[in-house]
């Protein structure tokens, strides 16, 4: 395979701890509903996985915000439900309802029939990485993504999204050892599903714990980071292209863990949502680092996150000021001793983008966090 | 008013910091559908208000619990949203969708009409609160509970239970002076129904900021921590009997923000919900109280909280497990220096009871935890 030479490469550097002349910015499900041109490809797929599924379908919603709005990434339309899927379990979306799995995992039998699936059927996913790379033609990196082993067993155990994760958590409890066989088998699908996407062009993967912050303390270290851990260590580290992929893990709800996360995850990039104090993050990774310094391994060295996706309800001078405050939070980049490796930002929101965004409001974001930041920094000099 | 002598004050001494013979323990919604004799109650009184408004009803389900379990403290049976819906905001409860308001609260007009309402609306509480104390007769206290203003905010905007909380984000970013407007009538409102609990025989009273943690790092201590204080500030320190009255605060969702709580909330007592290590937040608390040594104002100085109710659908052995695990963490209690106020533990739940829970594990829940922390206590010496 052969790529056009990469135009902005904001985005990767500073998930690698490098320096950058602004804050990049992308938006979880920045390819979704609130975007009219997205509803009129989805009407003419047919359905979300008729979209999904389809290679020109997935190409084309990847791009689709990528055309308004000075991103500085892409991420591969799919869903973190395809792995379970492809196990056989049934997925299918009602309309107004969410996911939902014709079987659910719930006993030894269920469980003793779980296998990593067969990526055959998960072409699709690989082909549209290897179609949406082509089309970005070098603009942004794509990103590549999967649901994290927890979050991926919540959904085969609960069947559909749930309110108390009831019938999960009851078996994490009464059945530790029936949720491990689940846990690991999920990790290794998820660990070959991200190494087909590196191989098909991704230049940098993402782990969705979606749910991991739905566990208790103690739960959480057994029954996800675990397993994230265990996803990152089976992960190549270079692209198609030679390039290094920068791993980035986010845990909805996981503030209080970023120091276990820091311990236990070989990744690049902590995503966070909105109620962590980027400052205190900042610092909480800083500390890490300095901890660990001379040790080779890879370590987190980057933030990813985390306004409210709710602040973009909000008229454009209340959107650009809680922009610059997500900024401020964070503070102004750089400043860590020569030698020392820099914590770096990524700003995106604390959660996907809803449905019932108004685009302008995005550009309003967008703008702001690209001018903002580049004033910091010359503030600051 | 004369009351009953109380013979089991253990759960009054942990909430004052003082030392226990065991770590009393009671649970969040512990009169609730779980219980076959509660359902048979609600049956009778036909739907939920029915029975919160009926005092005879009301003091039958708040004791039904302590029948079954050696229950260190009694919570009178009503529901947060009794305060906006004294304000005339119209609650109903339909089956299986949760409380709903015919008003809400979204505009200026809506927030204009806003004051705190008459307590002659809220008379029935007040009633079933001495009620409650009368029947109790000593065993023991009695907690009286309102929402947080932010709380109740959310369903006033919202009009019901939300996933997103998109309304009344919507309104705090765009609209901040009339959200606060909102949050200002809300705690003096609550304050003075706290207060009316409190002349009507409470013993300790408990304010639930159960949506705090929705909100982004900033939003909540403006939006939430600021309003709380301001219940507090206004809340009398005696019962009716003389005695001091504990204040329990429980931001679900809030454990990033233990140190702000120690800064801002005159209270006794934080709750805190699963996510959140014991062992930390004991530090934290101890690092605070030493921090503000000298300075007589009210400060927490117990923890309530914290396993995941949904332990509670595990087999026995493994409920005690979990239960040992929950005490464990929190660590022996005791050990301050001379002089020093103890970091004292009340057991609770993360979250009300499931309804699909079984009666019988909560027994050996509740002797687990008596039985565990006497021994954690004699193996210290």
């Known amino acids: 395979m052969t790529f056009a030479v990469l135009q902005n490469d904001t985005f990767l550097r500073a998930c690698m701890g490098q320096p950058t002349e ?23 797929a047919g ?3 008729g979209l999904a599924t389809n290679v020109d379908y997935a190409t084309e919603v990847t791009l689709q915000p990528l055309e308004r709005f000075a991103l500085d990434a892409a991420i591969l339309f799919s869903d ?30 269920a469980v003793a029939q779980l296998a990593v699936p067969d990526m055959d059927k998960l072409r699709y996913v690989f082909d549209a990485v290897a179609s949406i790379r082509r089309a970005l033609a070098g603009r942004v990196p794509l990103i590549g993504f999967a649901g994290s082993p927890w979050t991926l067993a919540c959904y085969m155990v609960e069947g559909a999204s749930s309110r108390d994760y009831r019938h999960v958590k009851t078996l ?26 590196i191989d098909a ?23 996800s980071l675990a397993y994230t851990a265990r996803v990152l260590g089976q992960l190549k580290r270079h692209g198609a292209d030679g390039q290094i992929v920068p ?52 370590q987190a060295t980057a933030l990813q996150g985390n306004i409210d996706p709710n602040v973009l309800f909000a008229p454009p001078a209340q959107v650009r000021e809680q922009a610059r405050r997500v900024l401020d939070a964070f503070g102004v980049p750089g400043g860590a001793p020569a030698g020392t490796r820099q ?39």
């Open 343 to 381: 914590v770096t930002h990524i700003f995106n929101l604390g959660h996907g983008i809803s449905q019932f965004t108004t685009p302008e409001q995005v550009t309003e974001l967008v703008d702001e966090v690209h001018t903002y930041s580049r004033q910091q920094r010359s503030a600051s000099h």
């Open 80 to 109: 973190i439900l395809t792995i379970p899927d492809a196990m056989g379990l049934g997925l299918s979306f009602r309309p107004g309802e969410g996911p939902r799995f014709e079987q659910v995992v719930r006993d030894e039998a």
């Open 172 to 197: 994490l409890y009464a059945r530790p050892d029936l949720m491990h066989e689940v846990l690991a088998v999920n990790a290794d699908a998820v660990a070959i599903y991200l190494n087909a996407q």
């Open 22 to 44: 602004y804050t990049p910015i992308w938006m979880m499900r920045q390819a979704g509903r609130y975007l009219p041109e997205y509803r009129e490809t989805r009407a003419r």
């Open 247 to 298: 791993r980035i893990v986010f845990t909805k709800g996981g503030g209080l863990w970023l120091d276990a996360m820091m311990q236990d995850l070989a990744c690049d990039v902590l995503g966070v949502d909105w109620t962590v104090n980027l400052g205190a993050a900042r610092r909480i990774l800083q500390d890490a680092i300095a901890a660990a310094a001379g040790a080779p391994e890879l």
């Open 47 to 49: 359905s979300f996985m």
């Open 201 to 223: 062009g991704a230049q940098a993967v993402m782990v969705f714990d979606s749910w991991g912050g739905v566990l208790a303390d103690g739960a959480f270290q057994e029954f």
